[in-house]
């Protein structure tokens, strides 16, 4: 029998070192995570059957390196193809899962080829309205006029 691939998605949200540049390092994240998850790879998971990934396995490398300063958010999707031809998809994140594994003896892991990586602002950002709630920090007052200023002539 041939094998069947399931593929895997990292879904996380990322802060990067101070001065990183942030477009670069996203796609640079996302190719070590496909290197990283590749089994054709020499780093990271190998193609064998009985396989298992362990999230903290994945987010204990991406937070090794050296551009990246934290890792949150962090689950994996899996995705494979039933024998009845009907996708079937999985996250970590629903169950509370800690790790994947394959659905048959005969499944490979493969990567996708873009994971959801959100990035995080490391350096704080002045609030705007949508951040602000109603009751608490969203305040509203009336304008007065100062009546002791001068007239102008």
């Given at each position: 029998r041939n094998p069947a691939y399931e593929q895997i998605q990292v879904r996380c949200k990322v802060k990067f070192r101070q001065g990183a540049r942030q477009g670069f390092y996203l796609d640079e994240l996302n190719q070590e995570i496909v290197n990283y998850l590749s089994p054709w790879s020499a780093v990271g998971f190998k193609a064998e059957f009985g396989w298992r990934i362990r999230c903290d396995h994945i987010q204990s490398h991406?937070?090794?390196l050296e551009y990246v300063a934290s890792v949150s958010a962090f689950s994996l999707l899996q995705i494979r193809v039933g024998d009845d031809r009907k996708y079937q998809l999985s996250d970590t994140a629903r169950g509370?899962?800690?790790?994947?594994?394959p659905a048959y003896p005969w499944s490979i892991a493969i990567p996708v080829r873009h994971?959801?990586?959100e990035v995080e602002e490391l350096k704080s950002k002045e609030a705007g309205i949508a951040d602000l709630s109603i009751g608490s920090?969203?305040?509203l007052s009336r304008r007065t006029?100062?009546?002791n200023a001068p007239e102008k002539h």
């Open positions: 991406i937070q090794g509370k899962a800690s790790e994947v594994e994971h959801l990586i920090t969203f305040i006029q100062c009546h």
